[in-house]
């Protein structure tokens, strides 16, 4: 009797250290396809997608390659609305459209284009442009987590944007996320997402933001602060009401 429980515990240790084994040795496009099978990107691609986030209405059209989103806050009797179709970014007030502006358009790559790129990862670092790697587990408040690390050249060779997603090795959701993005203003940031819920077959979190003070900061090591509380608050983002239509 004491050397059937024997063999069974052998053979359990044995299961158990098997499927750490064949955790460890996924592989980068393994491991991203489980993400975007955990975020429904399928749906994603074919979708139309509103919420709000604040006092600001947003509207996500995706028609595989063709995107047409849209930003409005209505103020008062006043309606200011911005719209981006495949690169190209207008704006309305009142349905009037004004001229592009230095101001402006900064303004709107921040709320609008920035703003829906990074709500939209891990669908948005499918294009081309994009280098993946997963790099060594990393330790975070005494959980281990699957690091992917993932690269967008710019147009000057010696810059691009920068994300270290780390992703919960059970489900497969991004539990915090490091980033450097040049069109939200190129500061390091550190996100913990939060309250994560699936509608219609895509996923969605809130998730608070991150930052600090120096700019020459290691990317990579980011969490270290967080771990150790030497990160400021920056902000709350709550995806409110959320609506999915799939086309």
Excluded at 29 to 39: G, H, P, R
Aim: glycine share 4%; proline share 1%.
């Amino acid at each position: 009797m004491q050397k059937i429980k024997l063999y069974l515990l052998i053979a359990i240790l044995l299961c158990f250290i098997s499927c750490l084994e064949k955790q460890n040795n996924i592989s980068t496009e393994e491991l991203f396809s489980k993400i975007l099978t955990q975020y429904g990107n399928d749906h994603f691609k074919n979708s139309k997608i509103h919420f709000w986030v604040d006092d600001l209405e947003y509207e996500m059209n995706r028609d595989g390659n063709i995107i047409f989103n849209s930003v409005t806050r209505q103020v008062d009797t006043i309606n200011y609305k911005a719209t981006y179709k495949n690169g190209f970014i207008e704006y309305y007030i009142n349905n009037q459209k004004l001229e592009d502006d230095q101001y402006l358009r900064k303004v709107l790559d921040l709320k609008l284009d920035a703003f829906l790129f990074l709500t939209s990862i891990p669908h948005t670092l499918t294009t081309n442009d994009v280098t993946l790697t997963k790099l060594e587990d990393t330790k975070i408040r005494k959980e281990i987590y699957y690091t992917l690390h993932a690269k967008i050249l710019q147009e000057a060779p010696d810059k691009y944007d920068e994300f270290y997603l780390y992703i919960n090795k059970q489900t497969f959701q991004i539990e915090y996320q490091a980033e450097k993005h040049a069109l939200s203003g190129g500061r390091p940031t550190f996100k913990r997402y939060y309250n994560y819920r699936t509608i219609d077959g895509i996923g969605f979190s809130d998730y608070y933001s991150f930052g600090i003070l120096r700019d020459t900061f290691n990317l990579e090591k980011m969490h270290v602060l967080y771990e150790y509380a030497n990160l400021k608050e920056i902000d709350n983002t709550v995806l409110d009401s959320i609506n999915v239509t799939l086309k």
